[in-house]
């Protein structure tokens, strides 16, 4: 019987484990084309985090600002905007935001709506499952439609699922720019560590 229990006990640490794992893993994806044309990402600015208090007011304020000057400038030159929202739906990630996130994010519930102020922006919406917006085949397609070899991303936060995304951007071979004023990280400090890893990765901040 303690054996049973012990070897139960076992799997579902592996099993939580392994959803940790896939929530900070950075995909792999097949080197893209030559191809012409920007795109601008806007990654996680959703009610449920937008309105959590995470941030200052101040950095909130500056970055919203920010955040509707790359729209807007992005809606002027043609440049398609792709929202990309977090939805937690992996049944091990599920519980790991459940324990660790405060079931914050996780598919069906309240709050993973693009924020007020960014609703109705977007030219495309995609769903994420874990930090990296590359680890299903959605963006891949949408990009190669659009013929996007350019990305600009702004949104939160700076050392997750902006860091991730941007990193399986640069191995499909994309050319990647943070805009360092749209961008917010609850941990300010690691934040300037995690640009600094990306800028040695070619990630462009501006």
Partial sequence: MWVILAIAFLGAILWLANGIRLIGAV???APIAERSEAAL?????QSVFWNAAMFSNTSMAEAEACILTELERAKANGIPIIAIRQEWSIPSTKVVAKLLMKGQAIEGTPG?????????LASYEIVKRVQDAFETSQLDTLLETLKVGKLSIVGLDTNYCI????LAARQRGYEVEIVK???LSADQKNAVQTLDMLAGKHVKLV
């Fill in 112 to 120: 993973t709506e693009v924020a007020a102020p960014f609703d109705g």
């Fill in 163 to 166: 860091a991730k995304t941007a």
């Fill in 27 to 29: 995909s792999q994806g």
């Fill in 181 to 183: 004023r749209a961008v």
């Fill in 41 to 45: 990402l806007m990654i996680d600015l």
